[in-house]
């Protein structure tokens, strides 16, 4: 197993994680800051895919503006969740089936020699020179530019 294989599944576990905690955390303030923590993981899985543009916007946008107008809402309103979460248990069946599918789609991913998927090919590798972000400008401002 490679160095990057062994930090995508550090932060792959640990969004997982913070994702659930995000639900079953009872105060809304710390819910908040594991949703903080859930955006900066998936802000470092989008670097390992070496795209970085997306990367900085997610923490920018999300962690920068979004969270901390949540965290100071949530702080401000003193919210009582406590009538919300009578009502989780009736989804339970729900949420085991998606979470199942979604478990099997995971497994058909890591497991892909064994369903057959791996016949499939890699991506073709970008040059030395190659910019995400200068392409994502490229294709904005020539291919999707409004006439």
């Given amino acids: 197993m490679t160095f990057e294989k062994v930090i995508f599944y550090f932060f792959a576990i640990l969004l997982i994680f913070a994702a659930v905690r995000v639900i079953t955390v009872r105060n ?14 998936s802000s470092a ?14 923490v920018l946008v999300y962690v920068g503006a ?41 497994g058909m991913i890591v497991g892909r020699e064994f369903f057959g998927l791996d016949q499939y090919s890699s991506p073709v590798p970008h040059p030395a020179d190659y910019s995400n972000t200068e392409a994502l400008g490229n294709v904005l401002y020539t291919v999707y530019v409004y006439p």
């Fill in 66 to 106: 979004v969270m901390v107008l949540f965290l100071f809402v949530v702080m401000m309103l003193d919210i009582n969740l406590t009538p919300l979460r009578e009502g989780f248990v009736r989804y339970m069946p729900i949420g085991f089936v998606i979470a199942v599918v979604i478990l099997l789609e995971m």
């Fill in 28 to 41: 809304p303030v710390h819910a908040a800051l594991h949703l903080v923590l859930a955006f900066f993981t």
């Fill in 45 to 58: 899985l989008w670097l390992l895919l070496e795209a970085e543009f997306l990367a900085i916007t997610l």
